[in-house]
């Protein structure tokens, strides 16, 4: 099983109210067992709503804001666990094991090894989105349900 952002499959769930289909996600989606999520809407965030990014704090810490300076911090956390849940949950259902992910890249849920500063300037920095985040500490604290080649890939590196 693959964990698929919704976007790319036509999900009106982006930011401004649209999505990121991607041709080739579709047809990766079409030979593969997937499990779709949106984070950020499953944490109770709207759509179309403000774009966020992630901001670093002094002591290594982070917090999300939208661009009027709201802090969505606990929409995106309790978003990414409860998508994490949904997910464990699926594969041990159905006996499959989380082969990998194909993520929105830079996004600051999805976003893998890259992520925009916070500035929202489109200036990037080293980082994981918030699902990124918790996606690999459940690979380690779940070892049995993850295949031992896991990745997590971008859209730019499916």
Known sequence: MYIISKCFLGHNCKYNGGNNLDKNVVEFCESHSYALVCPEVTGGLTTPRFPSEQ???EDGSFRVYDTQGTDVTDNFVNGADTELEIIIRE???F???IEGAVLKARSPSCGHEVIYDGTFSSTKVKGNGVFVERLIEAQHCNKEIFADNFRILSEDEL
Request: hydrophobic fraction near 20%.
């Open 91 to 93: 594969a041990t259902r």
């Open 95 to 97: 006996g499959e094991l």
């Open 55 to 57: 901001r670093r704090e």
